[in-house]
């Protein structure tokens, strides 16, 4: 299956979601088109997994180390914008894909909140905290959003993670 993703990364970066066929990520991947099928039903599940597997290399050992667990949340989450925005067709297709995936299936779940909290140095997390990462999580995808559909730059969709963090986890810095 990495092979798999990988390929569909590489034509998801290249072509417009539309243009990247399945028969031609399974013919790359070296595999038949009904293996591709069988671990990936529709298109749009094939790129909801690279989001799935992208988000999946978040988190504390791919964050920069700090002391305050809203700068260390809100370096991560610029850090993911940053990346997803270097390849703009790709994130397009990631987000398209996973709105898409989400509305055929409410048992669909992408969540950030465990690599938020484990960013920010929380074990024993509360209700508060779980709330908090769930908005800070919709305050992300709505950037990155905006930023894949043109109607923010890489520069505003990166300023404007960094101040959602610090706005919305402000009241972390209070028990620190």
């Given at each position: 299956?990495?092979?798999?993703?990988?390929v569909?990364?590489?034509?998801?970066?290249?072509?417009?979601?539309?243009?990247?066929?399945?028969?031609?990520?399974?013919?790359?991947?070296?595999?038949?088109?009904a293996?591709?099928?069988?671990?990936y039903?529709?298109?749009?599940q094939?790129?909801?997994a690279?989001?799935?597997?992208?988000?999946a290399?978040?988190?504390?050992?791919?964050?920069?180390?700090?002391?305050?667990?809203?700068?260390?949340?809100a370096?991560?989450?610029?850090?993911?914008?940053?990346?997803?925005?270097?390849?703009?067709?790709?994130?397009?297709?990631?987000?398209?894909?996973?709105?898409?995936?989400?509305?055929?299936?409410?048992?669909?779940?992408?969540?950030?909140?465990?690599?938020?909290?484990?960013?920010?140095?929380?074990?024993?997390?509360?209700?508060?905290?779980?709330?908090?990462?769930?908005i800070?999580?919709?305050?992300?995808?709505?950037?990155?959003?905006?930023?894949?559909?043109?109607?923010?730059?890489?520069?505003?969709?990166?300023?404007?993670?960094?101040?959602a963090?610090?706005?919305?986890?402000?009241?972390?810095?209070?028990?620190?």
């Amino acid at each position: 299956m990495e092979g798999i993703l990988r390929v569909a990364a590489r034509l998801g970066a290249e072509r417009e979601l539309d243009s990247v066929r399945m028969a031609d990520v399974a013919a790359e991947a070296g595999v038949s088109l009904a293996t591709l099928y069988r671990y990936y039903p529709t298109k749009h599940q094939l790129f909801a997994a690279l989001m799935l597997e992208y988000a999946a290399d978040l988190g504390p050992g791919h964050a920069p180390k700090q002391d305050d667990p809203v700068e260390a949340v809100a370096e991560m989450m610029t850090d993911a914008c940053r990346s997803m925005l270097a390849r703009p067709l790709l994130g397009r297709a990631m987000i398209v894909s996973v709105n898409a995936v989400r509305a055929e299936s409410a048992a669909t779940r992408f969540d950030l909140r465990e690599r938020i909290l484990g960013v920010a140095g929380i074990d024993t997390p509360t209700v508060d905290d779980l709330q908090l990462t769930g908005i800070v999580e919709q305050a992300a995808y709505g950037i990155l959003s905006w930023a894949v559909m043109g109607e923010l730059t890489s520069d505003e969709a990166e300023a404007s993670m960094r101040r959602a963090c610090r706005l919305l986890l402000a009241p972390w810095r209070d028990t620190n």
